[in-house]
T-cell receptor, first 111, second 115 residues
Framework: DAGITQSPRHKVTETGTPVTLRCHQT?????MYWYRQDPGHGLRLIHY???????DKGEVSDGYSVSRSKTEDFLLTLESATSSQTSVYFC??????????FGSGTRLTVV | QKEVEQDPGPLSVPEGAIVSLNCTYSNSAFQYFMWYRQYSRKGPELLMYTYSSGNKEDGRFTAQVDKSSKYISLFIRDSQPSDSATYLCAMSAGGSGGGADGLTFGKGTHLIIQP
């Protein structure tokens, strides 16, 4: 997707290990978001950022932390992965009221 | 009750039919209403948006918002097999100067257009 890249695209990890997902945007957008998408739940907000070093919790933040040291990068960390965190993770950035751009997603499997 | 309710389907219709997709919501603060289309193993892409109540048309697509009923709709005319995807409604209370806390999504409706 134009302007936002997520890495890795796929990852399999073991329960209890730390995992970091990366989101990189080239749009110079101020706002960035991490969502997870699960069957039966749709997209749910994990954490968001409204500027460098400014972050806040979303609806499903337990077990996740984020960092934003540069405008273009927003990292999502699972400190100790659990099977319930198996999901597809989407990053998004926003310009204006409705200008959300989503990445292609990271498919994470915790075994 | 979730803030946004959307029937997950699947909804299967023949090619050429008119498709109606709907969401209801409970938060009166929502001002921006969006429809995203998501193909399998891809990220959501914005299809249409509406600010406050009213209708908006773009080609074969029409979005309607009725804030008094807390009900939004997306209509697809002359549906094509390429329209087969998951359609997500999304809402936001904030404008460009605020409302940093992202979008609230429905669960998405899986639409299948039969050739």
């Amino acid at each position: 997707d134009a302007g936002i890249t997520q890495s890795p695209r796929h990852k399999v990890t073991e329960t209890g290990t730390p995992v970091t997902l990366r989101c990189h945007q080239t749009e110079n957008h101020r706002y960035m978001y991490w969502y997870r998408q699960d069957p039966g739940h749709g997209l749910r907000l994990i954490h968001y950022s409204y500027g460098v070093k400014d972050t806040d919790k979303g609806e499903v933040s337990d077990g996740y932390s984020v960092s934003r040291s540069k405008t273009e990068d927003f990292l999502l960390t699972l400190e100790s992965a659990t099977s319930s965190q198996t999901s597809v993770y989407f990053c998004a950035s926003r310009q204006g009221a409705i200008g959300y751009t989503f990445g292609s997603g990271t498919r994470l499997t915790v075994v | 009750q979730k803030e946004v309710e959307q029937d997950p389907g699947p909804l299967s219709v023949p090619e050429g039919a008119i498709v109606s997709l709907n969401c209801t919501y409970s938060n009166s603060a929502f001002q921006y209403f969006m429809w995203y289309r998501q193909y399998s193993r891809k990220g959501p892409e914005l299809l249409m948006y509406t600010y406050s109540s009213g209708n908006k048309e773009d080609g074969r697509f029409t979005a309607q918002v009725d804030k008094s009923s807390k009900y939004i709709s997306l209509f697809i005319r002359d549906s094509q097999p390429s329209d087969s995807a998951t359609y997500l409604c999304a809402m936001s209370a904030g404008g460009s100067g605020g409302g940093a806390d992202g979008l609230t999504f429905g669960k998405g409706t899986h639409l299948i257009i039969q050739p």
